[in-house]
Each structure stands twice: as structure tokens, then as C-alpha cells.
């Protein structure tokens, strides 16, 4: 039984009994006390859930013979230069491989063949495409696994070619020593693999002769591509690696000392009506970095077929050569170091059960993982401690012993606003089936229900009630605070415009302080499983700082729409300056207004959110000036080298100009043009 007929059979059943009216009184009692634990129990203790809602577990095993076959199918596409269809096959072929233990010193040949192979064969690949850096790594994980010395002579011929093609001379004359002595152990050697062998020295030595030791860095696919000249064609074979994983960039001013994710530029505040909300401390200009956060949970839920092998499972950075999860194949990571913080963090506890968790949407995913990540014995000292606080501020919540608000902290995800009061008992109801069948897996999967030394028991009733609560708080907590975490696709034939699409799902602590304006000041980008927020307008001393919570604005211009959305999602009714002025987002609308010159019909003066108007003099002459100095730009767009120019611009707008017209559209949309390409994004035709 699937997930959707498991909650239809539920459904249906407690309803023709009769017991779905009287567990409907009992939820409007319980969501007026925001009692979680006595929710959970009101499911739990109905006969139905326990024969309807306990799915079974779906099996999710390594396969050899599959692992052969996916290589040779690799192989044929290889041949024909197919090569995108080829490392698809490749990477199946190393997903279900069967995998050694972790940090396993020994390792049987026969049983990890498949594996070494597999990486053999992509490290091929990954050479033809020139991918040198991604090819060592796989030729080091093949002779890694034992493979026979006829196999590791011919892949470290390939590594040595790397090098050289990286200018590392010096590395490569230390591999070729070995290599030759390699090569007086085996046996059948062919003259055409000595010869090739003394190439390569003769190379090395060249290279070495000609003092060229540079250690060349390989200039990325994305780079090559966005340089090139616009009427350059691409193939999809060109694109395969042609994808951008940048670092965030650091804050513009020095970390709030209270909330290390802000500058000095933000600072916390709080008040009934509008919850906690994030303040500027001083004058903030276009472009400044004022928030940096790594996500405190995440889940991995491309919109794309076969995304999911395209990102890794830890940071969401886009990998086209991935490593496996040792047990499953539905997971992947980018590198070692990923793979082993997220297997650490929360795969390890959810590997058994993910093939099931994989029906359900985002939110549930990361409320699983954020209980997963913890053991039961210190989820229960920290709701202990947490419910002693709840005489606190809503500010104070969020601060450790240390009075700091840290973003990888338990504290500041359980304390994340949950709107109890405010969701449709329905919904409730909803939440509390869900984080049944969420306890469920916890306990099928064996790993989060055991002892200090790792033995598996019997939770009872009151360790299954403490965490179907709190699956309860989390999901409440994820579907408001919960982010779209997305990508740039980019046309490379066409680099000046892109289309996002989803990759996952991110929970932030700091971030999720922010309130919505559907005109918002602020705009994260999504690098990976982090985020960095920029100011995109001018932001005055005092003034609250706001992003926007769903679709960038211009895509969905129609006021009652936005509010639809903000309703039924994070349950409020939106009363921002844009809504309350019904300002005109859409390029298409304002061009009903254009008429080839600048149309304004007053000009006035910001200064701490109080308007006032001013004689049409100065101001206008001064806009009208930089109006016909900027719109010729503007014709051409993501030029990076303007950014400056375009920002003095919005600057002038916001501190002169009350409510947006085409001119002030066109530039933002610029604005975040290229700071949107600055971020996560993939070439693709």
C-alpha cells in the first residue's frame, strides 16, 4: 500500500465509524491549548492508525549484476560519443555497485569490482571531457578498491596525463617512478603500453626542463562558457560540466555580535503585532551583504527527472560526477567530505527508511531528519530545558548560554514560529497523521530508537508521544519557515536572462526572522544549502528590512493572488505598501505607460519611512538626467561591469521616488539579474 492510499484507506474508514467528528471536537480543544503531545495521542490511540498507517519498508539494496549492466550500457554510449547518456549510465553503474564500509582498510576484490570499474570507466570519461581534477579523484577511489595491477597501471597512465595537462610536473614525475616500477611486475606487457609510458617521462621531463611548474588551474566549463563570444554554439556534451558552485561572499560589515548570520548593518527586534523582525542599525546602500547563513536543515526534492543524482544530499551544490551512499542508492554526495558530514548529520539514521520518505514532501523530509539528527536522549534535555523558557521573550528564546543566536542550533529551530492558533484544525489533524506515520519509520529504521552502545528497543508509549509531538511542532514550524532552495538555469547561447528551478527545500534560523513585503528591500540567493541576502534598494536607518517570502515579485503582479498565496500559506494577510497601494510589478503593465520618456507623476522625498512632496525641480531634472544616461544600458542587459552605476541609480530612486513605474522596474530587474548569476547556476540548452 502506497502513501496515498494508506491516508485515503485512514480517512475513509475513522469517517464511516463515526470517529472522525469526535477526534474534530477534540482538535479544536487541543489546538486552542497548542497541545501537541495530546494530538498525537488522539491518533495514536485510534485502532485504525496502527492498521492502516504503519507502511512497510521499502527495500533499497545494492546490486552488482545491475552495476555490470548499467557499465556496459555506459560503454556502448561512450563508443558512439554519446557522452552526457554515458555518464548517466556511469553514475547509475557507481550508485548500485555494492560499497565498502566507510574507512575500511581491507577490501575483497570480487565483491567491489563493480564499483572500481565504474569509477574506472567514468575517470575515462571525465578525461575526454577534460574534467582533470574529477578524473584523479575517481582513478584514486578505483585503485582504492584493489583492482588488479594490469587496471591500476593503465589508470595511473591516466592520472599522469592529468597532471601534466595541469602543469603539476612534479607530481607527475613522482608517479611515473612509481609506475615504472609497477611495470617490471607485470606480465604480457604490450610495447605499445611501454611506449606510452616513455612518452609520458619524456613529456614530464620537458615540462620540468622548461621550468613550467605552474600547477595550472583548470578554468571551469561555466567560466569557458560565459565568456565566450555570444554566437558561440554549445553542445549538450559542452554543458555536461557547465555549472557554478560558488562560495558565498562574506558579510560587507562586521557579524552582529547576538546573531553572527547579520552584519552590524541589521540588528532583532520584536513586537505583538508583527512577531520578531529584523531592523537596520544604520543607512544600508544597494548591493551590500547583510545576511549569510548555512542552512540548519535541508532536503533534496529536484523539479527535474533524475535531478536527484545531479546534487549532493549535504550542501545542494550541483555534482555531475557524484559519490554514492555506501548502503542505498538514492543518495548522493559531491565529495568524501560532504558525504561523511551528511551521513553523520542525518543519513545514516534515515537511510533504511529513505525510499519511503521520498513520497513525502519537503517539509515532512526535514522535520524526520531535523528529530533523526538528534538521539532521543538529548532531544528530551532539550525540550526539557526549552519549555522552562517559555515565560521568555520571543527574542531571549532564540539566545544560548553564550547569548548568541547560532544558526546551527537546536534552539533556534524549535523555537521558529509554528502559528498553532492560526492553522486550519484540518491541517492539524493532518500534521498529526503525518507525524505518526513519521514515528513509525523511526522506529522500522533501527537506528533512532537505541542504546548509548547502539542496540535497537522498544520505545514506549510515552518515548513514541514526546517525539510525535514534536514531529508535530516541526512540521508546523517547516511550513512556514521552510524556503525553495533553486538554481539559475541559464541559456548559454542567450547568458542574459535565466529560469529557476527548484532544487530543494532549506530551513534558516536568522533568515526566518525577516517579515515579507511583496516590495521587499532585501533578496537572498541561494548558493547551495546556503543563503545571502542582499539589500537591492536603499534601506534607511530604522527601517524595518524585508524579503519576499514566495515567487519573485514580478512573476505574480496580481495583488490578490500574492495575498492567496501568503494566506493559505504562512497565514497572514498581507498589508505591505505594495499590496495597500496596489503597485504595478509587471514590465508588461508599465509599458502601457511608457511613451519614450520618463512619466512621473510627482517627485518626492524619503526620509524615515515619512513622505513629502517637493516642487518638480531639482529632483526631476536630476532624474530625468540619469534617466537618459542609464536606459540605453539597460537595452543590454547583465552587464556586470554596470552594477555600480545601476545601484547609485536605485539609490537615487528609493531616497527621491515614492512607488515603482517602468524605469525603477527595469533597473531592479537588473539588479537581480546579476546578483542571481553570481549565484547558483547551470548552463542549459
Not at 530625468?624 to 552605476?645: C, G
Request: proline share 5%; with cysteine.
Amino acid at each position: 500500500m502506497d502513501l496515498h492510499h494508506a491516508l485515503y484507506s485512514f480517512i475513509s474508514t475513522i469517517t464511516s465509524n463515526g470517529k472522525l467528528p469526535e477526534a474534530v471536537r477534540k482538535f479544536h480543544q487541543y489546538q486552542q491549548d497548542e497541545n501537541t503531545t495530546d494530538m498525537f495521542k488522539c491518533i495514536y490511540k485510534m485502532e485504525e492508525a496502527h492498521t492502516f498507517l504503519k507502511l512497510h519498508i521499502q527495500n533499497d539494496c545494492k546490486n552488482g549484476k545491475l552495476s555490470i549492466k548499467l557499465r556496459e550500457e555506459g560503454n556502448v554510449f561512450y563508443k558512439e560519443k554519446q557522452l552526457k547518456d554515458a555518464l548517466e549510465k556511469y553514475n547509475k553503474c557507481i550508485f548500485s555497485a555494492p560499497h565498502p564500509k566507510l574507512h575500511c582498510k581491507k577490501v575483497d576484490t570480487n565483491e567491489y569490482n563493480p564499483l572500481a570499474m565504474g569509477y574506472g570507466n567514468r575517470s575515462a570519461l571525465l578525461f575526454r571531457l577534460r574534467e582533470y581534477e574529477m578524473c584523479i579523484c575517481d582513478i584514486d577511489r578505483s585503485i582504492h578498491l584493489c583492482i588488479p595491477k594490469n587496471t591500476q597501471f593503465k589508470l595511473e597512465q591516466r592520472k599522469v596525463q592529468c597532471l601534466i595537462a595541469m602543469e603539476k610536473y612534479e607530481e607527475a614525475q613522482d608517479l611515473l617512478k612509481k609506475s615504472e616500477i609497477l611495470l617490471d611486475t607485470l606480465q604480457n606487457v604490450k610495447e605499445c603500453e611501454k611506449s606510452a609510458l616513455s612518452n609520458l617521462v619524456q613529456q614530464c621531463a620537458q615540462g620540468l626542463m622548461g621550468g613550467q611548474i605552474r600547477n595550472k588551474k583548470q578554468k571551469s566549463k561555466y567560466e569557458v562558457i560565459k565568456s565566450a563570444n555570444a554566437s558561440t554554439s554549445f553542445s549538450n556534451d559542452d554543458l555536461i560540466f557547465a555549472y557554478n558552485n560558488p562560495r558565498p561572499p562574506s558579510l560587507d560589515d562586521e557579524p552582529n555580535p547576538t546573531i553572527p548570520a547579520f552584519s552590524c548593518a541589521l540588528k532583532l527586534q520584536y513586537s505583538p503585532d508583527q512577531g520578531r523582525y529584523v531592523v537596520a542599525t544604520r543607512d544600508i546602500k544597494p548591493g551590500e551583504v547583510i545576511a549569510v547563513e548555512t542552512a540548519y536543515s535541508s532536503c533534496l526534492k529536484p523539479e527535474e527527472p533524475n535531478s536527484p543524482f545531479s546534487f549532493c544530499t549535504f550542501c545542494l551544490a550541483r555534482c555531475a560526477a557524484p559519490i554514492p551512499c555506501p548502503e542505498c542508492t538514492k543518495v548522493v554526495f559531491c565529495n568524501e567530505g560532504c558525504r561523511s558530514k551528511g551521513l553523520d548529520k542525518f543519513h545514516m539514521k534515515e537511510c533504511p527508511v529513505y525510499s519511503n520518505l521520498l513520497e513525502y514532501d519537503r517539509d515532512v523530509i526535514i522535520s524526520y531528519r531535523t528529530i533523526a539528527g538528534k538521539s532521543i536522549d538529548e532531544l528530551k534535555v532539550f525540550v526539557s530545558q526549552f519549555q522552562k523558557e517559555e515565560h521568555k521573550s520571543p527574542l531571549e528564546q532564540l539566545l544560548n548560554e553564550d547569548q548568541i543566536c547560532d544558526s546551527d542550533s537546536y534552539r533556534g529551530f524549535y523555537f521558529l514560529d509554528v502559528n498553532i492558533k492560526s492553522v486550519k484544525f484540518m491541517k492539524l489533524f493532518d500534521y498529526s497523521v503525518l507525524a505518526f506515520m513519521l514515528t513509525h519509520l523511526l522506529i522500522q529504521s533501527n537506528r533512532f530508537f537505541v542504546t548509548n552502545t547502539g542496540d535497537k528497543y522498544v520505545p514506549d508509549e510515552e518515548d513514541i508521544a514526546f517525539i510525535g509531538s514534536l514531529l508535530i511542532r516541526h512540521l508546523l514550524a517547516c511550513s512556514c519557515n521552510s524556503y525553495d532552495n533553486v538554481e539559475n538555469h541559464v541559456n548559454p547561447n542567450e547568458n542574459t536572462s535565466f529560469n529557476q528551478k527548484k532544487v530543494g527545500a532549506v530551513t534558516f534560523i536568522a533568515l526566518s526572522m525577516f517579515n515579507h513585503s511583496c516590495n521587499p528591500s532585501a533578496m537572498p540567493l541561494a548558493y547551495g544549502n546556503a543563503v545571502v541576502c542582499r539589500a537591492i534598494h536603499f534601506i534607511p536607518s530604522g527601517s524595518q528590512v524585508f524579503i519576499n517570502y514566495i515567487a519573485p515579485y514580478y512573476e505574480e503582479p496580481n495583488r490578490e493572488t500574492r495575498r492567496k498565496i501568503l494566506s493559505d500559506t504562512y497565514l497572514f494577510n498581507c498589508k505591505c505598501d505594495a499590496c495597500v497601494n496596489d503597485y504595478r510589478f509587471s514590465i508588461r503593465s508599465l509599458e502601457e505607460d511608457y511613451s519614450g520618456s520618463m512619466l512621473l507623476s510627482t517627485i518626492e522625498k524619503r526620509t524615515s519611512r515619512t513622505y513629502w512632496e517637493l516642487e518638480r525641480t531639482d529632483s526631476l531634472s536630476e532624474l530625468e538626467a540619469l534617466y537618459k544616461r542609464i536606459m540605453p544600458k539597460l537595452e543590454i542587459p547583465a552587464q556586470h561591469s554596470e552594477l555600480n552605476v545601476y545601484l547609485e541609480a536605485i539609490e537615487f530612486y528609493d531616497r527621491n521616488v515614492v512607488g515603482p513605474d517602468l524605469f525603477y522596474i527595469m533597473l531592479e530587474d537588473e539588479i537581480r539579474l546579476i546578483f542571481s548569476l553570481e549565484s547558483s547556476c547551470n548552463f542549459i540548452n
